[in-house]
C-alpha cells in the first residue's frame, strides 16, 4: 500500500483534518496509525477503505489506484469498524453467511449444511483460528465483546482480502480479550499473509508493529518502527539511589555526570557507560536499575513536542 500526499478538507473546515500524509505498508505487514482524538486517523482509513473521497493525494492497495479501481480496492479488503454492526438475534455463522451472500462471496441457503463445501471449510477455519468454533451456532446476542469483535474479524477475513483494516479493534475490550485479540491477529497475519492496518489509542499494543506513524492535527508526527521511535525519542537512563544520599550526590557532582533528583536518582547513562560509571563510584548504593522508555512515553513526548509547537506558532 503506497500513500502520497494524502489531503482531506472536510465542508466548511479551518484546518485540513488531514494535511499531506504519505507513508506506505509492505505487504503481509503489521502498520499502526497512532494519534490524539482528532489527528485524522479515522478519517485517513475511512479514504483507504473507500468510503470518504480525498481532496487530494495518491492512494494505491494491493496494486490498485484508488481514485480509478475503487471497486478493486473494495473486494481486495476487509474492514472492521468501531461501530459493530452485527445482527443480534441470528447466530454467528447466520451473520457470516448473510455477509457473505450480500457480497456475493458465497450463494445464499437457507442452512449451514446447504452451503457449498467451500463455504463452511472456510468458517470453520477461520472461526478455529480465532477461537471461536464452539459458539458459531449461536445468538450473537450471548456474545461477550471480544467475542463479537473476533466475529466481525472472521467475516471481514472471508473473502480472503489482501488488507484488512482495523479501527480501534480493542476499544471497550477488557484486558484479557484484548490480549487474546491480539493473540488470534498474530495467527490470522502468519496464515494468511495479510497486511492488518490498524488504528489505536493503546501504546502498549503496537510495540510488535512493524511499522508505527504517529499523526497529530492531520500531520505525521513521527515514524519508524516502534524500536526506531523508542530509541530516536527517548533515552534510556540510569537509576540510582543510597542511604548516604547526600555523599551520592557530591560525587555523581564531581564527577560531572548529570542527574536529576527526584524520589531517585536518575542520570542519562546507557549500555557500557553503566559498567565504567558504577566502578568509579564509592558511595554505597541501595539502587542500581536501567530504565528503557516504553513507546507509551516517545508517544506522549512526540505528541506534547508537537502540541507545543502549534501553540508557538
Ligand atoms: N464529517 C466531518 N466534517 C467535518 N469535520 C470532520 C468530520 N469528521 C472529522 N472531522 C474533523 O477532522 C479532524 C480529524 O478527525 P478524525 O475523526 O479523523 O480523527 P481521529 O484521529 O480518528 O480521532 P479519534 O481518535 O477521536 O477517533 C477533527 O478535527 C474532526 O473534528
Given at each position: 500500500?503506497?500513500?502520497?500526499?494524502?489531503?482531506?478538507?472536510?465542508?466548511?473546515?479551518?484546518?485540513?483534518?488531514?494535511?499531506?500524509?504519505?507513508?506506505?505498508?509492505?505487504?503481509?505487514?503489521?502498520?499502526?496509525?497512532?494519534?490524539?482524538?482528532?489527528?485524522?486517523?479515522?478519517?485517513?482509513?475511512?479514504?483507504?477503505?473507500?468510503?470518504?473521497?480525498?481532496?487530494?493525494?495518491?492512494?494505491?492497495?494491493?496494486?490498485?489506484?484508488?481514485?480509478?479501481?475503487?471497486?478493486?480496492?473494495?473486494?481486495?479488503?476487509?474492514?472492521?469498524?468501531?461501530?459493530?454492526?452485527?445482527?443480534?438475534?441470528?447466530?454467528?455463522?447466520?451473520?457470516?453467511?448473510?455477509?457473505?451472500?450480500?457480497?456475493?462471496?458465497?450463494?445464499?441457503?437457507?442452512?449451514?449444511?446447504?452451503?457449498?463445501?467451500?463455504?463452511?471449510?472456510?468458517?470453520?477455519?477461520?472461526?478455529?483460528?480465532?477461537?471461536?468454533?464452539?459458539?458459531?451456532?449461536?445468538?450473537?446476542?450471548?456474545?461477550?465483546?471480544?467475542?463479537?469483535?473476533?466475529?466481525?474479524?472472521?467475516?471481514?477475513?472471508?473473502?480472503?482480502?489482501?488488507?484488512?483494516?482495523?479501527?480501534?479493534?480493542?476499544?471497550?475490550?477488557?484486558?484479557?480479550?484484548?490480549?487474546?485479540?491480539?493473540?488470534?491477529?498474530?495467527?490470522?497475519?502468519?496464515?494468511?499473509?495479510?497486511?492488518?492496518?490498524?488504528?489505536?489509542?493503546?501504546l502498549e499494543e503496537v510495540e510488535e508493529a512493524d511499522a508505527v506513524c504517529i499523526m497529530s492535527r492531520g500531520k505525521i508526527v513521527a515514524a519508524g518502527t516502534p524500536e526506531q521511535l523508542k530509541t530516536n525519542l527517548t533515552q534510556a537512563s540510569l537509576l540510582l539511589d543510597s542511604p548516604e544520599r547526600a555523599r551520592l550526590r557530591q560525587e555523581l557532582q564531581q564527577l560531572g555526570v548529570p542527574f536529576q533528583e527526584g524520589t531517585v536518582f536518575e542520570l542519562p547513562v546507557a549500555g557500557p557507560q553503566v559498567q565504567h560509571l558504577l566502578k568509579r563510584l564509592e558511595t554505597p548504593?541501595?539502587?542500581?536499575?536501567?530504565?528503557?522508555?516504553?513507546?507509551?512515553?516517545?508517544?506522549?513526548?512526540?505528541?506534547?513536542?508537537?502540541?507545543?509547537?502549534?501553540?508557538?506558532?
Amino acid at each position: 500500500m503506497q500513500v502520497e500526499n494524502l489531503v482531506k478538507c472536510y465542508k466548511k473546515a479551518r484546518r485540513n483534518a488531514v494535511d499531506g500524509v504519505s507513508f506506505s505498508v509492505p505487504a503481509g505487514s503489521l502498520f499502526a496509525l497512532l494519534g490524539p482524538n482528532g489527528a485524522g486517523k479515522t478519517t485517513v482509513i475511512s479514504i483507504l477503505t473507500t468510503t470518504l473521497s480525498p481532496t487530494a493525494g495518491r492512494v494505491r492497495i494491493a496494486g490498485y489506484d484508488l481514485e480509478t479501481q475503487s471497486p478493486q480496492i473494495r473486494r481486495n479488503i476487509g474492514i472492521v469498524f468501531q461501530k459493530p454492526s452485527l445482527d443480534q438475534n441470528l447466530t454467528a455463522e447466520e451473520n457470516v453467511r448473510l455477509h457473505a451472500a450480500l457480497y456475493g462471496i458465497y450463494p445464499y441457503r437457507p442452512g449451514f449444511r446447504l452451503m457449498p463445501a467451500a463455504y463452511r471449510q472456510q468458517v470453520e477455519a477461520l472461526a478455529e483460528l480465532l477461537g471461536i468454533s464452539e459458539s458459531l451456532f449461536k445468538p450473537v446476542k450471548t456474545f461477550s465483546g471480544g467475542m463479537k469483535r473476533k466475529l466481525e474479524i472472521l467475516r471481514g477475513l472471508l473473502h480472503r482480502p489482501a488488507v484488512l483494516f482495523l479501527d480501534e479493534p480493542t476499544t471497550g475490550l477488557d484486558p484479557e480479550s484484548r490480549h487474546s485479540l491480539w493473540d488470534y491477529l498474530r495467527r490470522v497475519r502468519a496464515t494468511g499473509r495479510t497486511t492488518i492496518f490498524l488504528t489505536t489509542h493503546y501504546l502498549e499494543e503496537v510495540e510488535e508493529a512493524d511499522a508505527v506513524c504517529i499523526m497529530s492535527r492531520g500531520k505525521i508526527v513521527a515514524a519508524g518502527t516502534p524500536e526506531q521511535l523508542k530509541t530516536n525519542l527517548t533515552q534510556a537512563s540510569l537509576l540510582l539511589d543510597s542511604p548516604e544520599r547526600a555523599r551520592l550526590r557530591q560525587e555523581l557532582q564531581q564527577l560531572g555526570v548529570p542527574f536529576q533528583e527526584g524520589t531517585v536518582f536518575e542520570l542519562p547513562v546507557a549500555g557500557p557507560q553503566v559498567q565504567h560509571l558504577l566502578k568509579r563510584l564509592e558511595t554505597p548504593l541501595s539502587l542500581v536499575q536501567t530504565r528503557t522508555p516504553s513507546l507509551e512515553e516517545a508517544y506522549l513526548q512526540i505528541i506534547g513536542q508537537h502540541m507545543l509547537e502549534n501553540e508557538e506558532e
